[in-house]
């Protein structure tokens, strides 16, 4: 009983003890449980010793566990592969296991699909003992993936394995978080970069359109609206000279089709008499027979009744080929962003109909308080975030964005000052009107600064915290100092190095596993 006791206590630290490495570099560490391996049977020896890999490429990330490599003895790998893409499963294609070097000849081995989403399970069964150079090349329709592991130790005997680290004790491997529950969940890491940190001041901002780049149409006159086919709805693409509506102003108005034919008629005779009168004022003079003043009059004339003529002819011109109502044309390319107008709906004069707006260039003014307006300076840039949307937009002046102005008056009644920046938004993600949270961007704070997302930023009672991830299911919890925030990215002063990854997605979901972990132990099994 005490010695089944004592098997039970071991198996239950093999479990919760597997090895590590560092996120980028190609290590690979021996492991052993506590005890005396002479003691245990057979069947348990392997169970004594492991591997285990992290490592990422541009494309991927790596991590993988396997039994200690002996010759001749069947090596079960669990190859957890994921696309940094978007950290879900890689769940297909072929994954090859390469030994070579140690003057030995080339092993390969292969596992032609996953055994289940994301995890890869080649049996490896070497032959040549030694020091060998560790591959596993990914084979996709797409191309080729190699993650080179750098150096493993195949033994010659089980014995060797079991005895080479037999001084080695377990340390804690931190939180546990496993591949399996990081892809059915929004999860991420990202890798701590050095960048420039640059302060800036905060303040509401509205979007507009370009001035250029917005039209409101009214009713020039007081009539009905009659739709031009279908009729113009909210987020419809217009063409400038599109016909949107007609309106057909009031029977026996000034502007009736019929009193506008009938004007542009009278003064166009009242044009052709008043030709003639020249004409024959013109004859007399030369024949000295009315004095010059009669001649003069009488072109004045015909020039008045032209000028009727001709604002008669543009008045019914307001037609065009239709009888039935004046056309209201788009006056540029753009989107409907308001429509207030209905098909056989009176109208007064002056009512707004359509509202139309080019959204693929737009100005952000933000307000700035008046305490902060004195860091402006010359603003480089301004970031922003959008109530209900994760993402950060973020905009450098010279590259994709352009300012407009700084206002150079404080508001008398909300104290701000005007900050205006002019950006492009072809993908049409955002919407005139809206109200953000912006940041402009006054000055370099920090040329080197170490940067993480500002998403992997946790507030535990007070205490600011990452989770740097130390193996590909193994995460530590760092009390950090951040600095200036810059778009997505905030500055770290303490508690995390350049070469280390952080969860950017999912952090509160790593920190609740530290709990568990707490109670349950580390490691699991696949």
Known sequence: MKNLKISLLLAVLLATALGISSCSDKTAKT???????????????????????????????????????????????????????????????????????????EERFVADAPATPGIYKPVVTPKQAGSREL?????????????????????????????????????????????????????ATAQTIKGAARASVSGNGVLHGHPDA???????????????????????????????????????GADDYAALEASEAKARIAHAQAKRERERMEALFAQEAVPE??????????????????????????????????????????TLAGVKAAPGGFVREGALLFHIADTRRLWLEVSVP????????????????????????????????????????VDAVTRTVPVIFEFSDNAHELRLGQSVRAWVRTAVANAEAALIPASALQDESGTTTAYVQISGESFERRIVTPGAQDGAWVEIKAGVEASERVV???????????????????????
Do not use: C
């Not at 999912?506 to 596993?513: D, E, F, I, K, N």
């Open 293 to 334: 003043k009669r001649l003069l009059v009488a072109r004045s004339n015909e020039q008045m009744i032209a000028a009727d003529l001709d604002a008669a002819t543009r008045r019914l011109g307001q037609y065009g080929d239709s009888k039935g109502g004046i056309p209201i044309r788009a006056p540029i390319d753009g």
């Open 214 to 252: 917005e039209a409101q149409l009214t009713a020039i006159t007081a009539g009905q609206i009659n739709a031009a086919g279908s009729f113009p709805h909210v987020g419809m693409s217009v063409k400038r000279g599109q016909i949107l509506a007609y309106l057909a102003p009031l029977l026996g």
């Open 31 to 105: 492991m052993e449980e506590h005890g005396n391996p002479a003691t245990e049977n057979k069947a348990n020896t392997r169970a004594d010793q492991g591997m285990e890999f992290t490592l990422f490429t541009s494309a991927t990330e790596l991590f993988l566990e396997s039994p200690a490599l002996v010759t001749g003895e069947a090596a079960s790998f669990a190859a957890h592969l994921t696309w940094l893409a978007d950290f879900k499963p890689v769940s297909g294609g072929q994954l090859e296991v390469i030994l070579a070097g140690g003057n030995g000849p």
């Open 370 to 409: 008046e305490n902060e307006a004195a860091r402006l300076g010359k603003p480089s840039g301004v970031w922003f975030s959008v109530d209900g949307d994760e993402r950060v937009y973020e905009f450098e002046v010279g590259r994709n964005a352009r300012l407009i102005a700084v206002g150079g008056v």
């Open 135 to 187: 591959t596993l090349v990914l084979k996709t329709p797409q191309g080729e993936i190699r993650h080179e592991l750098g150096q493993v130790t195949v033994f010659a005997t089980m014995a060797e394995a079991a005895n080479r680290d037999a001084a080695q004790q377990l340390r804690d491997d931190g939180i546990t978080f496993t591949k399996e529950q990081q892809w059915k969940v929004d999860f």
């Open 504 to 526: 950017a997605k999912g952090a509160y979901l790593v920190r609740l596993a530290a709990t568990k972990t707490e109670a349950s132990g580390h490691g699991h099994a696949h």
